[in-house]
């Protein structure tokens, strides 16, 4: 069984940045399997969910455009770990973010089908 973990701080001040780590058991984020594709989705409160971007099991990585230029995925195969970098927050940052992996590339979906598992979700605010 697969499972996927969303940790990281629950507070961040407007300007920094966050960092979120996706912990996975169950699949290797590294190896091309059932699992090839990681990605991390998020939902602000009383808004729909947006993709904001996928690693892939060899690396290679897709970002939404409209948080292209603020938004880094890396992978850390050695902890089984991929995470998320989001640079100069700002209150509408706000949001549950969620991880999820899939079998196959799906760029900006962000529908529960189109993932083989979710992670529970972590809730960030962004607040001085």
């Known amino acids: 069984q697969v499972q996927l973990q969303e940790s990281g701080p629950g507070l961040v001040k407007p300007s920094q940045t966050l960092s979120l780590t996706c912990t996975v058991s169950?699949?290797?984020?590294?190896?091309?399997?059932?699992?090839?594709?990681w990605a991390w989705i998020r939902q602000p409160p009383g808004k729909g969910p947006e993709w904001i971007g996928v690693?892939?099991?060899?690396?290679?990585?897709y970002y939404n455009p409209s948080l292209k230029s603020r938004t880094s995925i890396h992978r850390d195969p050695a902890k089984n770990q991929f995470t998320l970098q989001l640079l100069s927050v700002t209150p509408e940052d706000t949001a549950e973010y969620y991880c999820?992996?899939?079998?196959?590339?799906?760029?900006?979906?962000?529908?529960?089908?189109?993932?083989?598992?979710w992670g529970e979700g972590t809730e960030v605010t962004v607040s001085s």
């Open positions: 169950g699949a290797s984020i590294s190896i091309p399997a059932s699992y090839n594709y």
């Open positions: 690693i892939s099991y060899s690396g290679s990585t």
């Open positions: 999820a992996g899939s079998s196959r590339l799906v760029l900006g979906e962000t529908s529960r089908d189109t993932y083989d598992d």
